[in-house]
């Protein structure tokens, strides 16, 4: 059974920082890209960055390029947000996800708040 479970989230002033991480079990995920997405209030839910399965590329919506770096440790089944030069207009909550093709299944993290005070 595929889990993910977010951890890393609070509350932090504009500027700060924060490291997100996902703990994922139940398969080899050293297989398979990871993301993170993230929902506002009264927003739909939204792509924020996404690593491919060997580590090698990334990519990142345009509003967070530059202040947010997404990595992964496949030995810790973990994926990571650094998220840097926070604003308040990051605040939501964030989810980490995979999508597995042979179960035809995108599989969702609970999803963890993060809240930036101005």
Do not use: H
């Not at 990334?58 to 947000?81: E, P, Q």
């Amino acid at each position: 059974q595929v889990q993910l479970v977010e951890s890393g989230g609070g509350l932090v002033q504009a500027g700060g920082s924060l490291r997100l991480s996902c703990a994922a079990s139940g398969r080899t995920f050293s297989r398979y890209n990871m993301g993170w997405y993230r929902q506002a209030p009264g927003k739909e839910r939204e792509f924020v960055a996404t690593v491919d399965w060997s580590g090698g590329t990334t990519v990142y919506a345009d509003s967070v390029k530059g202040r947010f770096t997404i990595s992964r440790d496949d030995a810790k089944n973990t994926v990571y947000l650094q998220m840097n030069s926070l604003k308040p207009e990051d605040t939501a909550i964030y989810y980490c996800n995979v999508y597995i093709r042979v179960d035809q299944t995108n599989y969702w993290g609970q999803g963890i708040q993060v809240t930036v005070s101005s």
